[in-house]
């Protein structure tokens, strides 16, 4: 129709409103599409329009807003001066962005997409994204940042995935990972192409494996550590991602040299370092001791596990007079271990997209550890008892002092060639006289009258000095008799 006769008829308020409704996507309420961007229902891109301010009003319905590849190089409180509710992804990148201010997120609160990468940011201050609660991804990457405080992470309890590779960080941000309490859900955290020498290998092994799975550490100038190369090792094992698709660019310097970087799974028996390849999930306990046998899968959202024993008995639960446990967490618990409890373990496990079996191998003890003195193992106290039984017997042979009160080289006055076997031998008399015991002097021989070994040769007996009473008569018994078995001389009867 003309316009001129559209003009006279009558419209009433309802195709008023019909005609507004056409002329704006969502009502004069919602807005219009700002110049030099190209809105599609709920997205807005305005990437490649040259601009250097966040264009406005934007409309408020808008749920996803493309500013890259601008000159938007601050980003200020008041760039969204209205409260956009809809708003799940902004795109920042490429803008040489240098300064965002911490209140630059207030009005986006239902943000789960940031991409900030490919600027010009040095640091991320305090609490920075700490309004942004429902954050799940985070884009930081390509930047120039240096220095990330502690709080800047603050409140980010959905983020699942955080892009901090090729910008300058020097220290690992140990605080993301540690006990999880920072970022419960985080799954991803790339590191890679920083200026990272020392990473906490033994911290980051005790991470769960979907985890280390998502942790990018290549091209960072590390040094050489046979720690890190346990880690990595490890991780090739298991087939995390982080480590097999990435193993030529995980490199490390040798401390001190100057040469070329090498590749760190390299390291196994190579000097200097001589690394050792670190056995997999091998633990080891002593007798009546509880372990927990952890069923570390790479899989997050694990629908199943169960154990099987090295018996082949499947435990889905309480077994074995509540000695086998399966507890909520998928790991197996132990207790008052038994030696025939040793062997290795299997831990299957239903992924949300492919299974996994893990194996720990347990080694018991045949021996409890309590006390200071049980920690010696069997081997080290039987050479131990070895030794010391060595050491007395020669003391015994040759320290052994003499155990009566006569030198060896004496002896008992021999007794008178008349005495009879049964006197010499079966007498419970003895031949010495009773009384004060002489010393070992009074008994050595003087003259010619000593012979081979020491011993006095026959006739050389030396005279007995005379008593009174009735044991005075009782002869000496003459070296020649029986009495004088350990004598050097012949038996004459």
């Given at each position: 129709?003309?316009?001129?006769?559209?003009?006279?008829?009558?419209?009433?308020?309802?195709?008023?409103?019909?005609?507004?409704?056409?002329?704006?996507?969502?009502?004069?309420?919602?807005?219009?599409?700002?110049?030099?961007?190209?809105?599609?229902?709920?997205?807005?891109?305005?990437?490649?329009?040259?601009?250097?301010?966040?264009?406005?009003?934007?409309?408020?319905?808008?749920?996803?807003?493309?500013?890259?590849?601008?000159?938007?190089?601050?980003?200020?409180?008041?760039?969204?001066?209205?409260?956009?509710?809809?708003?799940?992804?902004?795109?920042?990148?490429?803008?040489?962005?240098?300064?965002?201010?911490?209140?630059?997120?207030?009005?986006?609160?239902?943000?789960?997409?940031?991409?900030?990468?490919?600027?010009?940011?040095?640091?991320?201050?305090?609490?920075?994204?700490?309004?942004?609660?429902?954050?799940?991804?985070?884009?930081?990457?390509?930047?120039?940042?240096?220095?990330?405080?502690?709080?800047?992470?603050?409140?980010?309890?959905?983020?699942?995935?955080?892009?901090?590779?090729?910008?300058?960080?020097?220290?690992?941000?140990?605080?993301?990972?540690?006990?999880?309490?920072?970022?419960?859900?985080?799954?991803?955290?790339?590191?890679?192409?920083?200026?990272?020498?020392?990473?906490?290998?033994?911290?980051?092994?005790?991470?769960?494996?979907?985890?280390?799975?998502?942790?990018?550490?290549?091209?960072?100038?590390?040094?050489?550590?046979?720690?890190?190369?346990?880690?990595?090792?490890?991780?090739?094992?298991?087939?995390?991602?982080?480590?097999?698709?990435?193993?030529?660019?995980?490199?490390?310097?040798?401390?001190?040299?100057?040469?070329?970087?090498?590749?760190?799974?390299?390291?196994?028996?190579?000097?200097?370092?001589?690394?050792?390849?670190?056995?997999?999930?091998?633990?080891?306990?002593?007798?009546?001791?509880?372990?927990?046998?952890?069923?570390?899968?790479?899989?997050?959202?694990?629908?199943?596990?169960?154990?099987?024993?090295?018996?082949?008995?499947?435990?889905?639960?309480?077994?074995?007079?509540?000695?086998?446990?399966?507890?909520?967490?998928?790991?197996?618990?132990?207790?008052?271990?038994?030696?025939?409890?040793?062997?290795?373990?299997?831990?299957?496990?239903?992924?949300?997209?492919?299974?996994?079996?893990?194996?720990?191998?347990?080694l018991v003890h045949n021996f409890t550890l309590h006390g200071p003195h049980d920690t010696?193992?069997?081997?080290?106290?039987?050479?131990?008892?070895?030794?010391?039984?060595?050491?007395?017997?020669?003391?015994?042979?040759?320290?052994?002092?003499?155990?009566?009160?006569?030198?060896?080289?004496?002896?008992?006055?021999?007794?008178?060639?008349?005495?009879?076997?049964?006197?010499?031998?079966?007498?419970?008399?003895?031949?010495?006289?009773?009384?004060?015991?002489?010393?070992?002097?009074?008994?050595?021989?003087?003259?010619?009258?000593?012979?081979?070994?020491?011993?006095?040769?026959?006739?050389?007996?030396?005279?007995?000095?005379?008593?009174?009473?009735?044991?005075?008569?009782?002869?000496?018994?003459?070296?020649?008799?029986?009495?004088?078995?350990?004598?050097?001389?012949?038996?004459?009867?």
């Amino acid at each position: 129709c003309h316009p001129c006769v559209a003009m006279r008829v009558p419209m009433g308020p309802l195709s008023l409103l019909l005609v507004l409704s056409l002329l704006s996507p969502r009502g004069s309420a919602g807005g219009s599409c700002p110049p030099r961007c190209v809105c599609a229902s709920n997205l807005l891109s305005c990437s490649q329009a040259n601009l250097s301010v966040v264009p406005a009003p934007l409309p408020h319905f808008t749920a996803v807003l493309d500013l890259s590849h601008n000159n938007v190089t601050r980003l200020r409180a008041d760039w969204a001066p209205a409260r956009l509710p809809h708003l799940h992804a902004l795109l920042l990148s490429h803008n040489g962005l240098a300064f965002v201010s911490t209140e630059a997120f207030t009005h986006v609160p239902r943000l789960r997409h940031l991409d900030l990468s490919s600027n010009r940011l040095r640091t991320l201050d305090e609490n920075l994204f700490s309004d942004l609660g429902e954050l799940e991804v985070l884009l930081l990457y390509n930047n120039e940042i240096a220095t990330v405080d502690r709080t800047a992470f603050e409140n980010l309890g959905r983020l699942r995935k955080l892009y901090l590779g090729q910008n300058r960080i020097a220290r690992f941000p140990l605080e993301l990972l540690r006990e999880g309490t920072r970022l419960p859900q985080l799954a991803l955290l790339d590191l890679s192409a920083n200026r990272l020498r020392a990473v906490p290998a033994g911290e980051l092994q005790a991470l769960p494996a979907w985890l280390r799975d998502r942790l990018y550490l290549h091209n960072n100038p590390l040094t050489c550590d046979c720690l890190l190369f346990q880690l990595l090792d490890r991780g090739h094992r298991r087939h995390l991602s982080a480590v097999v698709d990435f193993q030529d660019e995980l490199r490390c310097f040798l401390s001190g040299a100057s040469s070329a970087p090498i590749k760190i799974l390299d390291l196994a028996g190579k000097l200097p370092l001589n690394c050792s390849k670190a056995r997999e999930a091998v633990m080891e306990a002593h007798l009546g001791d509880s372990v927990t046998l952890g069923c570390d899968s790479r899989w997050q959202g694990v629908r199943s596990r169960h154990w099987v024993t090295p018996g082949g008995e499947r435990v889905l639960g309480d077994g074995g007079n509540g000695s086998v446990v399966l507890l909520a967490n998928g790991s197996l618990q132990l207790r008052a271990l038994r030696p025939e409890d040793t062997g290795t373990y299997a831990c299957w496990v239903a992924g949300p997209l492919l299974n996994e079996t893990l194996y720990v191998e347990l080694l018991v003890h045949n021996f409890t550890l309590h006390g200071p003195h049980d920690t010696l193992n069997t081997a080290y106290t039987t050479l131990v008892g070895c030794i010391l039984s060595v050491v007395l017997v020669l003391i015994y042979l040759y320290l052994t002092p003499c155990r009566c009160c006569c030198c060896r080289g004496t002896e008992k006055p021999p007794a008178p060639r008349d005495d009879s076997i049964n006197s010499s031998v079966l007498s419970t008399t003895p031949n010495h006289a009773g009384g004060t015991r002489e010393p070992c002097g009074s008994h050595m021989a003087s003259g010619a009258g000593t012979g081979q070994n020491g011993r006095f040769k026959g006739g050389g007996t030396p005279p007995v000095p005379a008593r009174q009473g009735p044991k005075a008569q009782r002869k000496v018994s003459d070296p020649d008799s029986v009495s004088s078995v350990f004598s050097d001389t012949p038996i004459v009867v």
